[in-house]
């Protein structure tokens, strides 16, 4: 079983749409998570971290679920540039202590 | 955006030969780490280093090996490629140990034939 485990999509949805991806890990102990975003052929970037309160940017909005080890990011109001792969990372887990990644969950939002 | 570079952007190579990229960081960050990325698979960990000449594996070190004689050069070594080792290759600089924001290169595409 992989230690972080997210469903690829693609998740195809109009503009102004609102979507939601989760995401899953293994390890009970791990201790921070985080989505990062990549574009097409690009660098993967921050895109928030996710705080057991929950936390909210814009119109997006991260939770965390501990007790089923589980990770949501929610996205609001689509716009087409929200168009990238979105990478749940889990911290405190894997190899050496370091962060996991997810392989990824590809939103496609069309016009 | 951070002040990271990687060389070369895009590389052809034949199976058996040896393959140097460098990443190159003008952020003074003491973390640096090289990642591959394939389909289906998150990044995954090849090496980190936490200091000048201070490194060590990660979870899919075989094949590789790594240098780091300068805080700013973070060389990754392909001793032998191999068609296995075709792949996206992202270094990355964090501040601190584990720290949350890892800033990404722009990625290396090497194809091993």
């Known amino acids: 079983r992989k230690e972080v485990e997210q469903d690829p999509g693609p998740f195809n949805v109009p503009e102004g749409a609102t979507v939601a991806f989760n995401c899953t890990y293994s390890n009970s102990a791990s201790q921070s998570f985080f989505w990062y975003r990549q574009d097409c052929r690009k660098e993967p970037k921050l895109l928030m971290s996710v705080y057991s309160s929950g936390n909210e940017d814009g119109r997006f909005t991260a939770q965390l679920n501990r007790a089923s080890q589980y990770i949501s990011l929610l996205i609001r109001d689509s716009k087409l540039s929200d168009s990238a792969t979105y990478l749940c990372v889990v911290h405190g887990s894997g190899y050496g202590n370091k962060l996991v990644f997810g392989a990824g969950t590809i939103l496609r939002v069309k016009s | 955006d951070a002040g990271i570079t990687q060389s070369p952007r895009h590389k052809v190579t034949e199976t058996g030969t040896p393959v140097t990229l460098r990443c190159h960081q003008t952020?003074?960050?003491?973390?640096m780490y090289w990642y591959r990325q394939d389909p289906g698979h998150g990044l995954r960990l090849i090496h980190y280093?936490?200091?000048?000449?201070?490194?060590d594996k990660g979870e899919v070190s075989d094949g590789y090996s790594v240098s780091r004689s300068k805080t700013e050069d973070f060389l990754l070594t392909l001793e032998s490629a191999t068609s296995s080792q075709t792949s996206v290759y992202f270094c990355a600089i964090s501040e601190s140990r584990d720290s949350e924001t890892q800033y990404f290169g722009p990625g290396t595409r090497l194809l091993v034939l």
């Open positions: 952020e003074n960050h003491r973390y």
């Open positions: 280093s936490y200091g000048v000449k201070d490194t």
